[in-house]
Each structure stands twice: as structure tokens, then as C-alpha cells.
């Protein structure tokens, strides 16, 4: 079993950084493909970023490429999304999710572990 505790989300102005962490429990985070969702009220719940055990492949959804990095220190439990370039269609609440699949995916019925989510909110 893991449980995944999101932390860094806030209120930021249009072109500021947040830096996203998930601490999870469990001696089995560092198997796990982990990945970033996001979710607004009424919204589908969008893939964002995911990264494989080891760290060494990541993949993101085209409206972050190249402004967030997703990546993990399986030392620490943890996995981060750094978020640069913020705009105000980012607005959302952002989970971090567990996938028993090494190399995680970006379908969320994949992940058995998810946590509650940490709200980021960028104003224009």
C-alpha cells in the first residue's frame, strides 16, 4: 500500500515557478511509475507528466512540454513537478498518482494510488 501527500501548491502570478512535491509512504515507491494530474471543478481529470521508476524517462502533455519537469528521488519518496512559465489555463487542483506499472502511463485508470490533491492558482 502507498499513500502520496501532495505539497507546494499556492497562488502565483502569470509567468511566476511552483514547485510541486509528493511524499509517499511505502517501500515499494521506488518499483513505481508515478505521474501528475490536474483536475478543475467540473473538468475531466487531465494527464500531465509521468516519470518511470528509475527516473530516466519522462513524458508530458503538450500544453506543459517544455515548462514543467517531472522527477523523483526515490532515496527521499518523493517526486516533484517543477512548474515554470505559469499561465492562468494551469489553474487547477494537481494530484500525484502511484502506478504498479515501473513505467507509469498517462491513462489515470492505471493508478491504483492517488493523493488528495494541492491547489494551484495562477492569476493573471
Known amino acids: 500500500q502507498v499513500q502520496l501527500v501532495e505539497s507546494g501548491g499556492g497562488l502565483v502570478q502569470a509567468g511566476d515557478s511552483l514547485r510541486l512535491s509528493c511524499a509517499a509512504s511505502?517501500?515499494?515507491?521506488?518499483?513505481?511509475?508515478m505521474a501528475w494530474f490536474r483536475q478543475a471543478p467540473g473538468k475531466e481529470r487531465e494527464f500531465v507528466a509521468v516519470?518511470?521508476?528509475?527516473?530516466?524517462?519522462?513524458s508530458y502533455t503538450a500544453s506543459v512540454k517544455g515548462r514543467f519537469t517531472i522527477s523523483r528521488d526515490n532515496a527521499k519518496n518523493t517526486v516533484y513537478l517543477q512548474m515554470n512559465s505559469l499561465k492562468p489555463e494551469d489553474t487547477d487542483v494537481y494530484h500525484c498518482?502511484?502506478?504498479?506499472?515501473?513505467?507509469?502511463?498517462?491513462?489515470?485508470?492505471?493508478?491504483?494510488?492517488w493523493g488528495q490533491g494541492t491547489q494551484v492558482t495562477v492569476s493573471s
Open positions: 498518482a502511484g502506478s504498479r506499472n515501473d513505467m507509469g502511463s498517462s491513462t489515470q485508470d492505471d493508478y491504483p494510488y
Open positions: 511505502g517501500r515499494t515507491f521506488s518499483s513505481y511509475g
Open positions: 516519470i518511470n521508476w528509475r527516473g530516466s524517462v519522462t
